[in-house]
């Protein structure tokens, strides 16, 4: 289990756990994607949702707080996680990859998860802070 939890704090260096659900995040600036010049920068994130429960949950919304380098926070939400719902069984995971423009090269992003549990009840799991950080230097 050790070697598991180094592999994936190494692969998703950001994670919270909430009621037994961890939600895990890798984040990739994306410099092809980006134009500087133009005040566009571009990072890709995967996140990875994890079910240690004894009962599967269903992801039914997102809500995203996007802060820039300048400090405004920008609030974005809605159903699902790139156009599904997902069930996650026990002991299963889920993956998705989406990205977040910014027009400054700093900023972090951080939400919630709105999972709906067996008996009907939602609980929310949160995603942990990560930065959105260009790297300096030549292009």
């Known amino acids: ?3 598991t939890h180094h592999l994936m704090s190494a692969l998703f260096p950001y994670a919270e756990t909430t009621q037994d659900v961890t939600v895990r995040v890798a984040v990739t600036f994306r ?12 990072w ?3 996140i990875r949702i994890e079910n240690d ?3 599967p949950v269903q992801l039914l919304m997102r ?8 400090g405004a926070l920008f609030k974005r939400e809605g ?5 599904e719902e997902p069930v996650i ?3 299963g995971v889920y993956d998705y990859v989406s990205g977040c423009p910014l ?7 951080e939400g919630v998860y709105s999972m709906l549990q067996a008996g009907g009840d939602i609980f929310e799991a949160r995603i942990p802070r990560f930065p959105l950080i260009a790297p300096v230097g030549p292009n």
Do not use: C, H
Request: a negative charge.
């Open 89 to 91: 069984q026990p002991g």
């Open 79 to 83: 159903r699902g996680v790139v156009g």
């Open 44 to 46: 890709v994130y995967n």
């Open 103 to 109: 027009s400054t090269p700093t900023g972090w992003m």
């Open 31 to 42: 410099p092809e994607e980006s134009d500087p010049d133009l005040g566009k920068w571009f």
């Open 53 to 55: 429960r004894d009962e």
């Open 1 to 3: 289990m050790t070697n």
């Open 63 to 70: 809500r995203w707080t996007i802060a820039d380098g300048r």
